[in-house]
């Protein structure tokens, strides 16, 4: 098994653009989940998918934050516009039941 | 809301010194579980722990879940310079949910 897979690794863009991360998870993973990790506020939960469906988008920051699963092996993080305040490294993890998460390796992204 | 805390923020030992890090939640937990996150990398799931004063083994590694499920400690004997990293508990925000709450971790390092 492959894991989860994100991309791009790295992403800098201009303040203003907009910017795209994309996940696969795990075959078979029911859950899906996007993290944000900064140094000042530690891993966030941004939002949670089950089973495709959005559950609990509480902890996107903003309207400019945006997430979509369309089906099982595919998710996509959005910003637009993208901001400063926004630079940090993004996870991907998926989960099967109640059991320990899986996280990707990361997206670290710099907006300049 | 329901808040997880973790001690010390940052430990630093000579290698071969044992490491201890506590994990406290403002509530209950139904179960808790342990990341290590390297240097660079992204957090990788350790061990879930579920019931009331359970103690696991690892190797080197013993966590803890305290007998009132409110607090939970993972303790390295012997660090080695593989043992580097930062070291997160998390917990469900209500029991059998999806979703986690991170503390915000204990970063380790060692001198060889």
């Known amino acids: 098994d492959a894991g989860v897979i994100q991309s791009p690794r790295h992403e800098v863009t201009e303040m203003g653009q907009e910017v795209t991360l994309r996940c696969k998870p795990i075959?078979?993973?029911?859950?899906l989940f996007w993290y944000r990790q900064t140094m000042m506020r530690g891993l966030e939960l941004l939002i949670y998918?089950?089973?495709?469906?959005?559950?609990?988008d509480s902890g996107m920051p903003e309207d400019r934050f945006s997430a979509k699963m369309p089906n099982a092996s595919f998710s996509t993080l959005k910003i637009q516009p993208s901001e400063p305040r926004d630079s940090a490294v993004y996870f991907c993890?998926?989960?099967?039941?109640?059991?320990?998460?899986?996280f990707g390796s990361g997206t670290r992204l710099t907006v300049v | 809301g329901q808040q997880v805390m973790q001690i010390p923020q940052y430990q630093h030992v000579q290698e071969g010194e044992d490491f201890t890090t506590y994990c406290n939640s403002s509530?209950?937990?139904?179960?808790i579980q342990w990341y290590k996150q390297r240097p660079g990398g992204h957090p990788v799931f350790l061990i879930q722990l579920v019931k009331s004063g359970e103690v696991k083994k690892q190797k080197r590694l013993t966590f803890q879940f305290g007998e009132a499920k409110k607090n939970s400690s993972l303790h390295i004997t012997a660090t080695q310079t593989t043992d580097v990293g930062t070291y997160f508990c998390?917990?469900?925000?209500?029991?059998?949910?999806?979703?986690?709450?991170f503390g915000q971790g204990t970063r380790l390092t060692i001198n060889p």
């Open positions: 998918f089950n089973n495709n469906v959005p559950i609990d």
């Open positions: 993890a998926s989960r099967h039941g109640l059991y320990g998460y899986t």
């Open positions: 998390a917990g469900p925000l209500i029991q059998g949910a999806q979703k986690l709450v």
């Open positions: 509530t209950t937990l139904s179960n």
């Open positions: 075959s078979g993973h029911n859950s």
